[in-house]
């Protein structure tokens, strides 16, 4: 783009639109407000000196309104005080918004992120959907920083996405939809009408693709990712294909809530903008003011019964089938645990029992990932990682969150993506 051109868009951004109106909106009814309270109250909890500052807690937090604002002050400042280095392009992005979240400055990390999506470019035609998560992410937070600066890197992003074939996740879908709408919003008056033209092209295309994903209850994708699903669905320009029921999502979501399905702090983190009628859009536009600490309300549903302190035995299996990659192996144990336990605790007992099913886990904001099994250890070079199966089902929970049922076959499959 000539400098011209570019001083003419810096002139016009100024009255350009940034409107996030949710076109579609429902919202929580008072009697169930507790329910979203108590896991709000939950994800603040999990936030300690010790644990990993997680920017999607904060985000979510600030969208949501604070309910402990010492817990608000402290993720705050641990994310200000964290080293950019070892960070993706993801996590900076994520870090750049929830410091914007909490209304402090984000120093050098959005000159960095501008360079890094500068240089940035797909590994191939066809590369992996889920790689333009991260710089997804970036996009969105570029252009709530500076949209004008952002428009030239987003609008190769958008053709990358149009000559890609790979399939999206829901998730996927989900940002960069948020990311390509806050550009659309965001296109000075004047601007070509190519942009526009571009961007509502793609949004076209992925919004119809998460459309595809709603399935009768109202859930998108999965449960995990249908807090994002809605967000985008909520604001994008285009509608979608098949028609959203949000009051039928909402409902379904509570439901998930009062049965306890949302208890990791992430999970929480990615449902809660949602059930406040917020989206990452909203996140420039949030008043950070030195209001009294709210306390939450108590949930009004009853608390699970106790855990029986019967065993269960669960099957376990370890498999790594990967040519090229040493140790072959498909090994299965039983192994003998409370009831209630969660899948860590069956690691670690098959791991007691027998040294061939040693494993390390590594610490994520979606919590503890098994990064390496019997000496074969996830690589990111070669595309490979640990996937946890009940029968032939991809878990849609953590190793730590995951609660095993007597007699259930887990399999640990060495897998390429």
Known sequence: MAPSALHVLSLLWAVAGTSTHIRTSCSVPAAQQPLVNSIQGLM????????????????????????????????????????????????????????????????????????????????????????????????????????????????????????????????????????????????????????????????????????????????????????????????????????????????????????????NPMSIAQILPSLKGKTYLDIPHIICSPDQEVQPTLPSHPSPAPTSASNITVIYTINNQLRGVELLFNVTIDVSVRKGSVLLVVLEEAQRKSSMFKFSTTMTSWGLIVSSINDIAENVNHKTYWQFLSGKTPLNEGVADYRPFDQEHITANFTQY
């Open 44 to 263: 603040e909890n999990s936030v300690t000196s010790s644990s990993f500052p997680n920017p999607s807690v904060l985000i979510a937090m600030n969208l949501a309104g604070a309910h402990n604002r010492e817990v608000q002050k402290l993720l705050t400042h641990s994310l200000m005080d964290s080293d950019t280095n070892d960070l993706t392009t993801g996590q900076l992005a994520l870090t750049i918004m929830a410091l914007t979240s909490s209304c402090r400055d984000s120093g050098t990390r959005v000159s960095l992120l501008q360079r890094q999506m500068e240089n940035w470019a797909p590994s191939s035609p066809n590369a992996e959907a889920s790689s333009f998560y991260g710089p997804g992410l970036a996009v969105l937070a570029l252009c709530q920083q500076n949209p004008e600066a952002a428009l030239p890197i987003a609008i190769r992003f958008a053709k990358s996405l149009l000559v890609n074939s790979s399939p999206f996740n829901t998730d996927t879908g989900a940002i960069v939809s948020l990311a390509l709408t806050c550009m659309y919003n965001k296109l000075p008056v004047g601007a070509e009408e190519g942009y526009k033209a571009l961007f509502s092209q793609v949004l076209n295309s992925i919004v119809a693709d998460i459309s595809t994903r709603i399935k009768d209850n109202g859930i998108i994708g999965d449960i995990y990712s249908t807090g994002l699903a809605m967000q985008a669905l909520s604001v994008a320009p285009q509608q979608a294909a098949k028609e959203w029921d949000c009051r039928k999502t909402m409902d379904t979501i509570l439901h998930e809530i009062q049965q306890g399905t949302f208890h």
